[in-house]
């Protein structure tokens, strides 16, 4: 299809154990983010990609988190050793620059993480 | 860091009401957005916006970049049940920082 793509789209795991999460951008699009959002909440930043800068990691909540963006295109998003804690919907998003200061970003399905 | 404080966290109106939110900051904005995210979805833009001041549609709904750039109001006009979700403000402090999100107003709609 012609928007973000992300999957799993739900994901059940033991605690301690390493997740994945992988999310396909749309073409074209720059700019790559990834948001967690827990039950009824809002959404908390984790990680920026934009074009061939380094990654803004700012919003990593530990080190356990980490993410990649392989060519530009495809990102992973791995949680090592899950907590209960970690449950909560992982969003994705991709942006396109139409003109200098115009930005549009535009969002995945999210995959809902349950760690037990 | 930057932080974006919107209002209400919560409203439960009538179908056919009109309905207004807010979003402040303490520092400038150069972009500000609106998206809504309907239960179990990702969230969607409703409106983006670039210049301190514009008013800028989408059928019911009307979005203005306040002309302090501190500042974006959503209004929706004569709301039905499908406007029921969670709408977020958002908006980037310049050009090249990464957008930062309102924690959202939550829309009821009562029978």
């Known amino acids: 299809g012609a928007g973000v793509s992300q999957s799993p789209s739900n994901k059940v795991t033991e605690k301690g154990k390493d997740v994945e999460l992988r999310c396909d951008p749309i073409?074209?699009?720059?700019?790559l983010y990834w948001y967690r959002q827990s039950l009824g909440q809002g959404l908390e930043f984790l990680i920026y990609?934009?074009?061939?800068?380094?990654?803004?990691k700012s919003g990593l909540p530990s080190d356990r988190f980490s993410a990649e963006r392989t060519g530009g295109s495809v990102s992973t998003l791995t949680i090592q050793r899950t907590q209960q804690e970690d449950s909560a919907v992982y969003l994705c998003a991709s942006s396109l620059v139409l003109l200098a200061g115009v930005e549009l970003e535009f969002f995945g399905p999210g995959t809902r993480l349950t760690v037990l | 860091g930057q932080q974006l404080n919107q209002s209400p966290q919560s409203m439960f109106i009538q179908e056919g009401e009109d309905v207004s939110m807010n979003c402040t900051s303490s520092?400038?904005?150069?972009?500000w957005l609106w998206y809504k995210q309907d239960p179990g979805e990702g969230p969607v833009l409703l409106i983006a916006?670039?210049?301190?001041?514009e008013l800028t549609s989408n059928g019911r709904l009307t979005a203005q970049f306040g002309i302090t750039r501190k500042d974006s109001f959503l209004n929706i006009s004569a709301s039905i049940p499908s406007d029921v979700g969670i709408y977020f403000c958002?908006?980037?402090?310049?050009?090249?920082?990464?957008?930062?999100f309102g924690k959202g107003t939550r829309l009821h709609i009562l029978p």
């Open positions: 990609f934009q074009g061939n800068s380094a990654p803004d």
């Open positions: 916006l670039y210049k301190a001041g």
């Open positions: 958002a908006g980037r402090p310049n050009r090249d920082d990464k957008i930062i």
């Open positions: 073409s074209g699009h720059t700019a």
């Open positions: 520092s400038i904005f150069n972009t």
